[in-house]
């Protein structure tokens, strides 16, 4: 799940949108239930404002938040969903480990010689998004939302350029969240060009470029396979007729058995340290995003397992001063006051010529 903006560069005090992608980051497979939202919030000038369910719209499978921006700043926008469960027989679940990439869960499985257990996972969303409003650069950035789990970024994205590298701290339960795995990666706009190619493609490849494969964690969709979120072939959830899930009720039309060698992840494939924190490598210019799942067993009654899903969406740009998203550039052309100076002479010396002839 992710939120997402055509451009993080916004205007002050103007009509703006957010999508929510429910899937990959490429594709959304199906819209959010508004009862599902624990928490949709605007943080911005020191202020927390709650989304009232009125500004939701919808279109095709993308939910849409409809917003006024405020004055100039560093804005956030975070939204955290009600757990949900799913049940798996055991290659189902060890095929979506795999896909998924949740790496530390099969290593666990496998040295408890527990690859044959089926599991019951109980599951949530949590993620969070960056904006620039005007030029000015305030605080926001780093309000924590108190989620689940989240990403805190430990300085402003919008004070670094591409080439730079950002500190991220995870937190999981307001504590700092120790040896877990974090994938970043980007999305390049048109004009993007990348400052190296570690970790990243360096012409916007995305790590979900795979969108009809990924597996979603609801069954909200009709046919749903993203465990991005509750979309494609495959779902998290059980709720849709048809939608099969990673259950062995499934209609059997598409099988995890022979798709263990691989997942749906790329980029920078990161593990944050003692003090919770992960360094991206901000290589190329567009739109980058973190995600990580945290995946452990539980003994909470009716489960086996807990997963809490997190992202984080920001753009990067290449920089030329403070104002990088409103310069326009004029590289190697002619700048256009040459051309009014020049039509001012001309205009200049046919005066004169013709009141000379006179």
Not at 7 to 24: V, W
Not at 122 to 146: C, M, N, P
Not at 329 to 342: A, L, N, R, T
């Amino acid at each position: 799940m992710y939120l997402k903006l055509d451009t993080y560069f916004l205007q002050p005090n103007t009509a703006a949108t957010i999508q929510l992608f429910n899937g990959t980051f490429d594709k959304s497979e199906n819209v959010i239930d508004r009862d599902r939202m624990l928490d949709a919030s605007l943080v911005g000038n020191g202020n927390r404002i709650a989304v009232n369910e009125s500004q939701w719209t919808e279109k095709d499978s993308v939910t849409i938040l409809n917003f006024q921006t405020g004055e100039t700043g560093t804005w956030v926008a975070g939204i955290s969903t009600a757990p949900r469960s799913i049940e798996m027989d055991a290659d189902a679940f060890n095929s979506y480990l795999q896909h998924e990439g949740i790496l530390d869960m099969i290593k666990w499985r496998r040295e408890n010689d527990a690859m044959d257990g089926e599991a019951v996972e109980k599951y949530s969303k949590h993620v969070k998004a960056i904006f620039q409003v005007g030029d000015t650069r305030t605080d926001d950035w780093q309000k924590e939302l108190g989620y689940p789990i989240e990403f805190v970024p430990l300085e402003n994205p919008y004070d670094l350029n591409t080439g730079d590298s950002l500190r991220v701290r995870l937190l999981r339960n307001g504590k700092p969240l120790s040896n877990q795995l974090v994938y970043a990666d980007f999305k390049a706009q048109a004009d993007g060009h990348s400052h190296g190619d570690e970790g990243s493609p360096a012409h916007g490849h995305s790590h979900d470029e795979g969108a009809e494969k990924t597996h979603t964690h609801d069954g909200e969709t009709e046919h749903g396979h993203s465990h991005g979120e509750e979309a494609d072939k495959h779902s998290h959830d059980n709720e849709k007729e048809d939608g099969h899930s990673h259950e062995a009720a499934a209609d059997n039309t598409h099988s995890h058995d022979e798709a263990t060698d691989h997942t749906h992840t790329s980029g920078q494939q990161l593990r944050t340290d003692n003090d919770g924190i992960v360094t991206a490598q901000l290589t190329a210019d567009g739109i980058w995003y973190l995600q990580t799942i945290h995946l452990v067993t539980t003994e909470e009654e009716g489960f086996t397992h807990e997963s809490n899903w997190t992202t984080l969406t920001f753009e990067v740009t290449h920089g030329h001063g403070e104002e990088t998203h409103t310069h326009e550039h004029d590289e190697g052309g002619i700048p256009s006051y040459f051309y009014w100076i020049g039509s001012l002479l001309l205009i200049g010396i046919l005066f004169f010529w013709f009141n000379r002839k006179k």
